[in-house]
């Protein structure tokens, strides 16, 4: 990824994220951050008070974008599968242009246990994401445009589960695959499943 008009402090998030994506967060240290920058250490320690505090600006950049995209599912006109769609496509796009953010996803474990910081961020996170598939679902389900057969909170639990093990897959399989394209299409499949076909 080119850095050249980034200011240092957004470069090294960047770097940060991608140790993490190539070798796991115990590789994160500011030896390695450093070395990726071809900064000292102690140069380090002029925008970050701590590698705590690198480790939840990660978080912070992972989830940057989560307002926005729920609140511009929540506004726009449509169905809730309409405004499932997009609140997921988004997510998907931002992952398809910065690959390496992926391995968030399934750091959620490792992270929760680094320290309390983001431990709370972390869960914060994940539900503040879940709630906002379920309350979409649940507005749908009471308009009638989705059948009763799952509870909202069942079906966002499957909505992001298939979400989660196809970007999974993605990775695995060395980013060889469509990932948008695939998720997309198993959204239109589980919605088929669910939706209240209205009569004419």
């Known amino acids: 990824m080119k850095r050249f008009t980034l200011p240092r402090k957004d470069a090294i998030v960047l770097s940060a994220i991608e140790i993490i994506d190539e070798l796991g967060l115990q590789a994160l240290s500011t030896k390695e951050l450093a070395s990726r920058q071809k900064i000292s250490e102690s140069a380090l320690y002029r925008h970050f008070k701590s590698k705590d505090d690198i480790v939840m600006q990660v978080l912070k950049y992972f989830s940057k974008f989560?307002?926005?995209?729920?609140?511009?599912?929540?506004?726009?006109?449509?169905?809730?599968?309409?405004?499932?769609?997009?609140?997921?496509?988004?997510?998907?796009?931002?992952?398809?242009?910065?690959?390496?953010?992926?391995?968030?996803?399934?750091?959620?474990?490792?992270?929760?246990?680094?320290?309390?910081?983001?431990?709370?961020?972390?869960?914060s996170i994940f539900a503040d994401r879940f709630k906002a598939v379920a309350e979409i679902l649940a507005v749908g389900q009471q308009k009638g445009e989705l059948t009763a057969g799952y509870t909202p909170k069942e079906f966002a639990e499957i909505i992001l589960g298939t979400c989660q093990i196809t970007i999974l897959r993605w990775r695995i399989n060395d980013y060889?695959?469509?990932?948008?394209?695939?998720?997309?299409?198993?959204?239109?499949?589980?919605?088929?499943?669910?939706?209240?076909?209205?009569?004419?």
Do not use: C, W
């Open 66 to 123: 989560d307002r926005a995209i729920l609140h511009s599912a929540q506004q726009m006109d449509g169905s809730a599968k309409q405004r499932i769609i997009f609140y997921i496509k988004s997510f998907v796009e931002y992952y398809e242009n910065f690959r390496a953010l992926t391995a968030l996803l399934f750091s959620y474990e490792p992270l929760r246990h680094y320290n309390q910081e983001t431990k709370d961020k972390v869960e």
């Open 176 to 200: 060889n695959f469509a990932v948008k394209d695939t998720v997309l299409s198993l959204l239109e499949r589980l919605f088929a499943a669910v939706e209240i076909q209205k009569k004419p």
